[in-house]
């Protein structure tokens, strides 16, 4: 009977790898056939982009005013790895749009969200389109995205200045109304490694994203619609390069689109908000090298006394960036370090509270990026400083390199300056040695001053959270109501006066908005005179009186909700008595 089994079993082994290899076999043949089949596309679409360039060349189509506002869109932009130069190839079929009379002073547009770096200066090389017939291209199909990353190994920069405008680029610039599904492809052509924030950048497309060092040093690579650059509007702060640091002055930011890229990013990220019932707790960022809290564990036990919430302690060692994300976004309070993970606030709830440490001698007043980003408008969170102001609470680092805060390396009676002085001097950009001696100190934390501004500042949020609305966005769409209808004017005599009675009705999509109040405003000009009389009414009728016979009066009412102003009528109304 053992023997029959064997048998039995040796026979259906031998049958299933039989079947098996069949399988590979018929697979094989199928994925030569797909291969070959999508070889024969490539090769198709590549001839087909070809001829295209060959036929109508490059064109460009330029929006802004200036280099620093403006960006622009081509067709059939070429770039030479070996030169390192982007071509553009003129035929009689090129269409040149926007373009300054002088595109080369400085530069035609920025490649970076960060205004007037020489570094990300972008520019093309004209050539005749006979000169492609002796070049080997290869083309690169669909829509690219061309853009510098500026330091791509900085979360604070890989979130400010090229994954958010990213973000806004691609959505109000290159018109996308799903981001996460588009294929678009991205192009990091600063030439720098990819950095260990990478993943966060092609979380933005489908494609691969794709580095300058990938392109064949042997080929001329082509873009059959480039969009080069990205948008500014999304920007809050300069680094200090032509001034000290500080907030760009009239920024177009808003805490509403940041809230709109923080649920894309979390998206993307499959990262699940839990019950927003769950219990408060507060994250305290834990730098491991530099910075240093050097009484960290008394920090975490002042959060715990003052606000009574749990304390969870991060770091960029001990934590993925997703896992940053996640714990960061249902946090009710963020303490840290001046520091890069600081930008991860712009995931945080509304009233949550950001609360910056700063070593010895640096004023909170003189850096403020995560300040800056707490105040802007539709933002809403609470934020606080605590500085050192005890000497003897900081170990400084005069033998580090240099650019780690060092001052080893410079004469004497600046290393005497610089270890002596009480503040930071306002500076450019970015080496200043005292800057860096005293940013990267270490520091023993003064718990009492520090309860203090912790208290106060849970205090400020409270209150606010008290009477703010549940989603400071909510409203955000621009719902203006639209025209009155139905206006008309009555006149009537009472005791030798006579009476204009104004009436109208609703605008139609009044009945589709959720609106706390409803006003009309209602302008009367008498003819022949300059002055207009204007009225606030919550009615849908007005009634004035006037002691002449035969006055013309024109009329225009329009509705308002809020601070949301619809039009006027767009023809007075006329009015005789």
Excluded at 55 to 64: A, I, K, P, R, T
Excluded at 273 to 278: C, G, I, M, S
Excluded at 509 to 536: C, D, M, P, S, W
Aim: glycine share 4%; hydrophobic share 40%.
């Amino acid at each position: 009977m053992r023997n029959i089994n064997r048998i039995l079993n040796f026979a259906l082994i031998c049958m299933m790898t039989a079947m098996f290899q069949q399988y590979l076999n018929i697979k094989g043949k199928l994925d030569d056939e797909r291969r070959f089949r999508d070889s024969s596309n490539e090769k198709e679409s590549q001839r087909t982009l070809t001829e295209s360039l060959s036929l109508f060349g490059s064109s460009v189509w330029c929006n802004g005013d200036n280099h620093t506002s403006r960006l622009c869109t081509f067709h059939n932009l070429c770039y030479s790895p070996a030169r390192h130069e982007y071509m553009f190839f003129h035929s009689n079929m090129s269409v040149l749009y926007g373009l300054p009379e002088d595109r080369f002073s400085p530069a035609l547009q920025d490649m970076a969200s960060v205004t007037n770096h020489t570094m990300n200066y972008f520019n093309y090389v004209d050539y005749h389109l006979s000169v492609a017939k002796e070049l080997s291209i290869k083309m690169l199909p669909g829509t690219t995205l061309l853009l510098n990353r500026f330091k791509p190994d900085n979360l604070m920069h890989v979130i400010h200045d090229d994954i958010l405008p990213m973000f806004s680029t691609m959505r109000n610039e290159m018109k996308i109304a799903d981001m996460t599904s588009h294929g678009v492809r991205l192009a990091s052509m600063e030439g720098q490694e990819p950095g260990d924030f990478s993943a966060l950048y092609e979380l933005f497309s489908s494609h691969k994203l794709l580095f300058k060092n990938d392109l064949l040093q042997q080929s001329v690579i082509c873009f059959e619609k480039a969009h080069v650059g990205v948008s500014k509007r999304s920007t809050w702060y300069q680094y200090g390069f032509y001034e000290p640091q500080g907030p760009i002055r009239q920024t177009q930011a808003n805490g509403c689109m940041f809230r709109e890229f923080a649920a894309f990013m979390r998206a993307q990220l499959n990262i699940k908000l839990v019950n927003k019932n769950l219990k408060k707790y507060a994250v305290v960022i834990s730098r491991k090298i530099n910075r240093r809290i050097l009484n960290e564990a008394e920090l975490l036990m002042a959060v715990i006394e003052v606000l009574g919430i749990r304390t969870v302690t991060v770091s960029v060692e001990s934590h993925s960036i997703t896992e940053l994300i996640k714990i960061v976004s249902e946090a009710s309070v963020l303490v840290g370090m001046h520091g890069a993970l600081l930008s991860l606030a712009i995931f945080m709830k509304p009233y949550s509270l950001l609360l910056e440490l700063f070593p010895y001698g640096v004023n909170p007043a003189h850096y403020t990026p995560y300040k800056t980003l707490s105040n802007i408008t539709n933002m809403n969170l609470i934020y606080s400083a605590w500085v050192n102001k005890n000497p003897d609470n900081t170990i400084t680092y005069p033998d580090n390199l240099p650019q780690f805060g060092g001052i080893s390396h410079l004469p004497h009676d600046v290393q005497s300056s610089i270890s002596s002085s009480r503040e930071v001097p306002l500076h450019l950009c970015c080496s200043d040695p005292e800057w860096l001696y005293r940013i990267y100190q270490d520091t023993l934390l003064d718990i009492s001053s520090f309860k203090i501004i912790l208290n106060e500042s849970w205090g400020e949020r409270e209150e606010k959270m008290a009477t703010a609305p549940k989603d400071v966005c909510s409203n955000n769409f621009h719902l203006y109501p639209g025209p009155v209808e139905s206006i008309s004017c009555e006149t009537t005599m009472d005791n030798d006066r006579n009476l204009v009675k104004i009436s109208w009705a609703t605008p139609n999509n009044l009945k589709y908005l959720v609106v706390a109040t409803v006003q009309y405003e209602v302008l009367i000009q008498e003819h022949g005179l300059r002055e207009v009389n204007a009225f606030l009414l919550g009615t849908v009728a007005f009634t004035f009186a006037s002691e002449w016979k035969n006055k013309l009066y024109y009329v225009w009412v329009r509705c308002i909700t809020g601070t949301m102003k619809g039009p006027f009528n767009s023809r007075a109304l006329e009015c005789e008595t």
